[in-house]
């Protein structure tokens, strides 16, 4: 059974950082992608990028383009989501999910971080 | 602004048969398959089409999705009142690099 445990809520200053975790048991972690999808309060559902553990390599949506940072640790089946330059707007939901590319789909989510940005 | 429209609301009563729309482009639902999630309130999405009409194990029969050209539905036959929840659609964006879009979401409220 795969899972995806998130650390956990954060509460940040306006232009700081958040690093968010993502830690999945279950399954091969290097194998599959992992994206990165947030939802603001009320709000749907906005991915952010990802990462494929096996190569290292991770793209971006062009509206959080170097404000975002995808990492992943093969050693310990964790992946990273880092966000800097929080602005009260980023205030949201943070999820990280598997993607199966067999079947194209997003199959597995964690269970969401909350990060509230706030002075 | 979501890539993917879809209606904002739907509703039906229990028993009854209800269809959710999702609408694309050539780069995203023309090129690739759909997924759909059911979110309850306060938890994580759950898939429950991928691959444009394939259940996950677990999903109940009453759901079934289908696609055509660059449009998609969701139809929920027999509805219950645990369908109350949010549903989204969400496909992979061949344009740039790449990437995940999804639909803005729709409510659906069994009255």
């Known amino acids: 059974q795969v899972q995806l445990v998130q650390s956990g809520a954060e509460v940040k200053k306006p232009g700081s950082s958040v690093k968010v975790s993502c830690k999945a048991s279950g399954g091969t972690f290097s194998s599959y992608a992992i994206s990165w999808v947030r939802q603001a309060p009320g709000q749907g559902l906005e991915w952010m990028g990802r990462?494929?553990?096996?190569?290292?390599?991770?793209n971006y949506a062009q509206k959080f383009q170097g404000r975002v940072t995808i990492t992943a640790d093969k050693s310990t089946s964790t992946a990273y989501m880092e966000l800097s330059s929080l602005r009260s707007e980023d205030t949201a939901v943070y999820y990280c999910?598997?993607?199966?590319?067999?079947?194209?789909?997003?199959?597995?989510w964690g269970q969401g971080t909350l990060v509230t940005v706030s002075s | 602004q979501s890539v993917l429209t879809q209606p904002p609301s739907a509703s039906g009563t229990p028993g009854q048969r209800v269809t959710i729309s999702c609408s694309g482009s050539?780069?995203?639902?023309?090129?690739?398959?759909v997924n759909w999630y059911q979110q309850l309130p306060g938890t994580a999405p759950k898939l429950l089409i991928y691959s444009n009409n394939q259940r996950p194990s677990g999903v109940p029969d009453r759901f079934s999705g289908s696609k055509s050209g660059t449009s998609a539905s969701l139809a929920i036959s027999g509805l219950q009142s645990e369908d109350e929840a949010d549903y989204y659609c969400?496909?992979?964006?061949?344009?740039?690099?790449?990437?995940?879009?999804f639909g803005g979401g729709t409510k659906l409220t069994v009255l």
């Open positions: 999910a598997r993607e199966d590319s067999n079947y194209g789909t997003i199959d597995y």
């Open positions: 050539s780069s995203n639902i023309g090129s690739n398959t």
């Open positions: 990462i494929i553990p096996i190569l290292g390599i991770a």
């Open positions: 969400a496909a992979w964006d061949d344009s740039l690099n790449g990437f995940w879009v």
